[in-house]
């Protein structure tokens, strides 16, 4: 664990600690050889401790792949730099469609080439392309 890690854990259990609560924060050590409990460690199941399997991420099922970056790329894949185009939210979880938007544009024009906002107001996604 880097210095930065160690000195926010140390933080989140220190306010943990200020707080009417039981907690356990359970620490991989890193080496292979095992964990680390701090704080509370009766509340800890034995049983948690060991690797849990990670479940794979899977596509929204309530729309067609590719659904919502065809959508997205209808309404801005043609702006030119320091031009602004706008996404509509449609159907879709504002805050899905913002961070496809996001990742849409990072694919499409490079880190830092672009920058989107959500506005509520009219329920679009803003966009703006810098380079």
């Known amino acids: 664990m880097e210095l930065i890690q160690k000195t926010t854990l140390e933080r989140a259990i220190k306010m943990l600690g200020a707080l009417p609560?039981?907690?356990?924060?359970?620490v991989d050590l890193g080496d292979g050889n095992g964990q680390q409990v701090l704080g509370d460690a009766s509340i800890v199941d034995k049983h948690s401790l060991k690797p849990q399997k990670v479940k794979s991420k899977t596509n929204d099922p309530r729309y067609p792949h590719g659904q919502r970056a065809k959508h997205i790329r209808s309404h801005i894949a043609s702006l030119k730099v320091n031009e602004v185009g706008y996404v509509p939210v449609d159907i879709y979880e504002p805050i899905k469609i913002l961070s496809q938007t996001s990742s849409w544009g990072v694919q499409a024009w490079g880190p830092g080439n672009s920058t989107v906002c959500y506005r509520p107001e009219n329920k679009t996604i803003e966009v703006?392309?810098?380079g």
Request: no cysteine; hydrophobic share 80%.
């Open 21 to 26: 609560v039981k907690f356990a924060v359970v």
């Open 128 to 130: 703006l392309r810098l």
